[in-house]
């Protein structure tokens, strides 16, 4: 479906004076995120364009512009940075793309909270909480283009969820403010759990203004690689580290077939040595080489960010997560993709060693450290050699039904069918009140069905 150009006129005509665009390139921009790590979601996504991109400075043109939808009928998808992989802020039924970067201010910084606008890119909240001694709890690989909102909506967890959990976890979110697409917008303010009902739901039920974000003490983060004779060797350090208490913020554990991809890393990352890539206190580092050397490694690359960036380095925050599998799309597109998987609890590595026994060549290794509801819990990004759609959900299967992981879909565009696997009643019962007309970003729930929507009021 696509709004019709009498419709469109009308629903620009309502806006004023606020920035608005329909240049063909800038649209085809604006309506891309990284889904193309999928070839899956290339085949479904490529060639869904926004009809006109709308980029409000404050508030109050955020609430024109959901007015204007809300009386017209327009759909209307909310983007930030775009360094999303599901397709979260694509277009799938035309309409308006609002872009959320203008609304960018850092409102305010006090101990252990920032609060900031939804466009606010990571990487300049990150500078604004440095000036006072403190950084996020947690971020995405992409920070120095992702934005809070952006990462709120479409994100679950990144560096840092070694120590503060998930972002649902532990207060990492206190409070966010959300303006409904209604003729008459509202602003919601919700706090404490009622934060869930936007949080992950892909900018679906409501438009995400501002919020607040948990701060934690400013460290100098050693970047370091540690270099081990076997996989699993690798993965039995991290895990010691977890249990001991190695004061880190990242341990990243990838295998050395994926070395040939991380070319600025060649001489502290060689493809005869598997390595954990970390982020260690200072103070820690002693520990950080005793331990080393208990489980016969060697440390390779020890640096703070300054040295790393000066010497033209990744940091170690861009050696994980699905910055992995950027890696080795950039070195040979088109050849990778990944899959997201939790591994059961208590974690074996032995379960990992027999599904790399299984695949061969097939999947190449990636495990994430972290915390979930307080307690250790194992990912893994895997790579993924790309043949056919159904041998990537054949390997789904192997590895949920003979191994008990659980696999969170990076190929599909619905927030169930992806990550939360069951509908989230109280995200659809939000959606009721905030987007009655079923009008944000449609396509991306199945938990909301047509038959849900109030009509679009009679001009």
Wanted: proline share 6%.
């Amino acid at each position: 479906m696509t709004v019709s150009p009498e419709t469109l006129t009308a629903f620009r005509a309502d806006l004023g004076t606020i920035r608005a665009h329909d240049d063909a390139k800038q649209l085809e921009a604006r309506s891309k995120d990284y889904y193309w790590y999928s070839p899956i979601l290339s085949a479904q996504l490529d060639g869904k364009i926004g009809q006109l991109l709308v980029m409000p400075e404050t508030e109050a043109e955020v609430m024109t512009i959901a007015a204007a939808a809300a009386r017209h009928g327009v759909p209307l998808t909310v983007r930030g940075g775009g360094t999303g992989n599901y397709g979260q802020c694509v277009p799938m039924d035309g309409g308006a793309i609002l872009d959320i970067t203008r609304l960018n201010r850092v409102l305010d910084v006090a101990p252990g909270r920032v609060v900031c606008e939804a466009g606010a890119r990571i990487a300049q909240v990150e500078d604004a909480a440095a000036a006072t001694g403190q950084m996020l709890t947690m971020f995405p690989s992409t920070k120095r283009h992702a934005t809070m909102g952006g990462f709120i909506a479409g994100g679950s967890g990144g560096i840092g969820s070694l120590r503060h959990g998930m972002l649902r976890d532990n207060g990492n979110l206190s409070y966010i403010r959300v303006v409904t697409v209604e003729p008459q917008p509202q602003i919601i303010e919700l706090r404490g759990s009622d934060i869930q009902k936007v949080q992950h739901a892909y900018g679906t039920n409501g438009i995400i203004t501002r919020l607040d974000y948990a701060l934690s003490p400013l460290t100098d983060w050693q970047h370091t690689i540690a270099l081990f004779p076997g996989y699993d060797v690798a993965l039995r350090f991290a895990q010691a580290a977890q249990t001991r208490g190695l004061d880190a913020y990242l341990l990243t554990v990838v295998e050395r077939r994926i070395a040939q991809f991380y070319k600025r890393l060649t001489d502290v990352f060689p493809p005869d040595r598997d390595g954990v890539f970390a982020m260690i206190a200072p103070a820690a580092m002693d520990d950080l080489a005793a331990l080393v050397a208990e489980f016969g490694g060697s440390i390779s690359l020890a640096k703070s960010l300054a040295v790393i960036e000066a010497e033209n380095l990744p940091p170690a925050w861009e050696c994980g997560w699905n910055h992995t599998t950027l890696q080795a799309l950039k070195h040979e597109p088109g050849v990778w993709t990944y899959l997201q998987v939790a591994y059961p609890r208590p974690f074996d590595p032995a379960l990992v060693m027999a599904q790399m026994a299984r695949y061969g060549d097939e999947v190449y290794m990636h495990h994430e450290m972290a915390r979930m509801r307080g307690d250790i819990q194992i990912f893994a990004l895997p790579l993924l050699r790309w043949s056919t759609p159904e041998r990537i959900y054949q390997i789904i299967d192997e590895m949920e039904r003979l191994d008990g992981c659980t696999v969170y879909d990076p190929h599909v565009v619905t927030i169930e069918d992806g990550g939360m696997k069951d509908i989230d009643g109280s995200q659809i019962a939000f959606k009721r009140q905030a987007d009655p007309y079923g009008l944000m970003n449609p396509g991306k729930t199945r938990g909301w069905t047509a038959d849900m929507a109030r009509p679009v009021p009679a001009e």
